[in-house]
């Protein structure tokens, strides 16, 4: 089970930036893919989770949309009218079937989300 984040970089407030998390060794229909962040000196926080049996979503953020195409293995975590409060090192990370706060076992590599002028 591997997952693969990309899609952070520089971006000016109020700006918009899709992540994506590419899935490799399990289907998506059997696990919930959550995004985390964290920040320097910050506790990672959960950001947005999709469940894998029903595609339910939540997300903290009004902004953030998460939605995912199994055809690619792929999550997508959509964030607009970013904020510099939401620079951070984003991670999705997977668990089986549901979301929840915790029992993530598979975690990506992590891809850098900063927003500043």
């Known amino acids: 089970v591997q997952l693969q984040a990309s899609g952070g970089g520089l971006v000016q407030p109020g700006g918009s930036l899709r992540l994506s998390c590419v899935a490799s060794?399990?289907?998506?229909?059997?696990?919930?893919i959550a995004w985390f962040r964290q920040a320097p000196g910050k506790e990672r926080e959960r950001v947005s989770c999709?469940?894998?049996?029903?595609s339910r979503s939540s997300s903290v953020q009004g902004r953030f949309t998460i939605s995912r195409d199994n055809a690619k293995n792929t999550v997508y975590l959509e964030m607009n009218s970013l904020k510099p409060d939401d620079t951070a090192v984003y991670y999705c990370?997977?668990?089986?079937?549901?979301?929840?706060?915790?029992?993530?076992?598979?975690w990506g590599q992590g891809t850098q989300v900063t927003v500043s002028s």
């Open positions: 999709i469940s894998g049996m029903d």
């Open positions: 990370a997977a668990r089986p079937y549901l979301c929840a706060s915790s029992g993530y076992r598979s």
């Open positions: 060794g399990f289907t998506l229909d059997s696990y919930a």
